[in-house]
Structure formats: structure tokens, C-alpha cells
């Protein structure tokens, strides 16, 4: 028994929430051409609605530092990681199996991933401690990028990153959307069993200040000019970029008061000349 809550806990410690297994199955992931992809940006009210065995549960983004995501979800829970995907939680609260607990990286740096390409790698070590583990754990853990991949979930079609992570006991395999800024499909693979946790539906509530204030960037039309072969964005994936725009967009209009910044300098225009 002691053996098995052990072997949770570690899983818990690996990631944000435990999946269950039996959840929808995922569309079998395909080829895609996708540019290395940076950290992610979140903003406070960003929400991922994931499909586990369990039910459905809802993350949402409560604070930012400049290191850290501060998460909760609707069962009550409370817990702050990194921006990259693949770091453990730093710390947490009222987990069910560990209660009250924090951990560090004290080897290696997780973020080393970051941009995701093909053949990336990182390794890394974590000690932590709990209330219900108060003699504390340390673990090896190792991550790669295996591949790209064309893959289909409850909330639409996304290209991905396949990011495989073995941590302790359990390997890991996540489906990075830089789209989505978060995985769309995760899979932990236990000696009791296999676990998966599904993206059903997810909104971005705003975008960081640096991206709203480059326009340029945002509206290049580099994702539709892939090399051949390349896959064409989803329609989920349209939608969220046309979206992310309308809200650049928008904070552009805030900060320049509803007018271009340069009609204001704009010299006064010359008097006509009188007539002949």
C-alpha cells in the first residue's frame, strides 16, 4: 500500500495534476514542420479545461512572476511551476497525497529545453519535502524533444512538440501546441498502469505588454509560408491566433488612445497659395 501512495506521490511531483487513464483517445499523431518554439507566455486568467479519467478538471493562471506561474483549479488546489512545461512544481497545497510541500531544481535548469526542436535535450535533479513526507526525496530526472507531431484532441487539431521526460520510476510524454502556450495531450506511463489527461477547451485571457506592443510580429504571415510539405494550421489554431491578435490589437488602442502615435507630431499643413 505504502508502495503504491509512494509511487503517486512521485507522479504528482512530476507535473501539475494526476490523470486518469480512459480518457478520450487522441488522433495519431502525424508529420508537421513547426519553428523552434520559445518559453511560453501566460497572462493571469489563462484557462486549459483538460479531459482525464476522473473528469474534468479546470487550471487557470492566478499570478506571474518574472520566474514563476502561480496555477489553481476547481477542485482547490494551489501550486506554482516554472514557465517551461517540463519543470516540477515548485511548490504546492492540500495535495491529497503529499498535503503541504515545495521542491527545487538543484541540478541542471529545466527552461535549457527552450526553444523546442527536434533532438533537444536536458537533464536535471530535484529535492523536495512535504508534510506527509517530511524525510524528503531527490530525483533524476531527463527530457528530450523526440519529434514533431500532427495530433488530434477533444479541443481541435494541433502541430506539437513530443517532449518524452523519464522521471524516477515513470516515463512522461507530453504534446507541446505553441499555439495553445501548453500541452494539449499528456501521457504517463506507471508500472500499475498508463495515465493520459486530455486539452478539451482552453482561452487566452490577454497577451503579455512586449508582444501587444509589436504588431509586426504578430501579423506575419510566417506560420501560413512553411517549407513544402509543411501541414496548414488547424482551424482550432486559426481561431486562437486570430484571437491573440484582436487582443494585441486591443492593447495597442489603450495605449495609443484609439490613434496612431504619429498623427499627434504630424506637421500642421501649409497654407494654400492665394489666387491669381
Not at 494551489?78 to 498535503?99: A, C, F, H, N, Q
Amino acid at each position: 500500500m505504502r508502495w503504491t501512495a509512494t509511487l503517486m506521490g512521485a507522479a504528482l511531483l512530476a507535473g501539475c495534476t494526476m490523470a486518469g487513464d480512459g480518457s478520450p483517445t487522441a488522433g495519431r499523431p502525424g508529420a508537421a514542420l513547426l519553428p523552434p518554439a520559445p518559453l511560453p507566455e501566460y497572462a493571469p486568467g489563462d484557462t486549459f479545461v483538460y479531459r482525464t479519467a476522473g473528469g474534468q478538471v479546470r487550471e487557470q493562471v492566478l499570478a506571474l512572476t518574472p520566474e514563476t506561474v502561480a496555477w489553481t483549479d476547481d477542485q482547490g488546489q494551489i501550486w506554482t511551476t516554472r514557465y517551461d512545461v517540463v519543470s516540477p512544481m515548485i511548490s504546492w497545497e492540500k495535495d491529497p497525497e503529499l498535503g503541504r510541500g515545495r521542491q527545487n531544481v538543484v541540478q541542471g535548469d529545466p527552461a535549457d529545453l527552450f526553444p523546442l526542436q527536434t533532438g533537444q535535450e536536458v537533464a536535471f535533479k530535484v529535492e523536495g519535502s512535504s508534510e506527509k513526507w517530511p524525510s524528503g526525496w531527490t530525483m533524476e530526472q531527463n527530457c528530450k524533444v523526440i519529434e514533431q507531431a500532427a495530433i488530434t484532441v477533444e479541443a481541435g487539431a494541433f502541430n506539437t512538440f513530443q517532449i518524452s521526460c523519464q522521471r524516477g520510476n515513470h516515463l512522461e510524454t507530453l504534446y507541446y501546441s505553441p499555439v495553445v502556450q501548453n500541452y494539449v495531450l499528456r501521457v504517463r506511463e506507471f508500472p500499475f498502469g498508463t495515465q493520459r489527461k486530455e486539452l478539451a477547451s482552453y482561452t487566452h485571457a490577454s497577451l503579455p505588454m512586449q508582444q501587444a506592443a509589436e504588431p509586426p510580429a504578430m501579423m506575419a504571415p510566417a506560420p501560413m509560408m512553411a517549407a513544402p510539405g509543411a501541414m496548414a494550421l488547424s482551424p482550432a489554431e486559426m481561431q486562437a491566433l486570430a484571437t491573440r491578435l484582436e487582443v494585441a490589437i486591443a492593447r495597442l488602442e489603450q495605449l495609443t488612445g484609439g490613434r496612431p502615435p504619429a498623427a499627434a507630431a504630424a506637421a500642421p499643413p501649409r497654407p494654400a497659395p492665394p489666387p491669381a
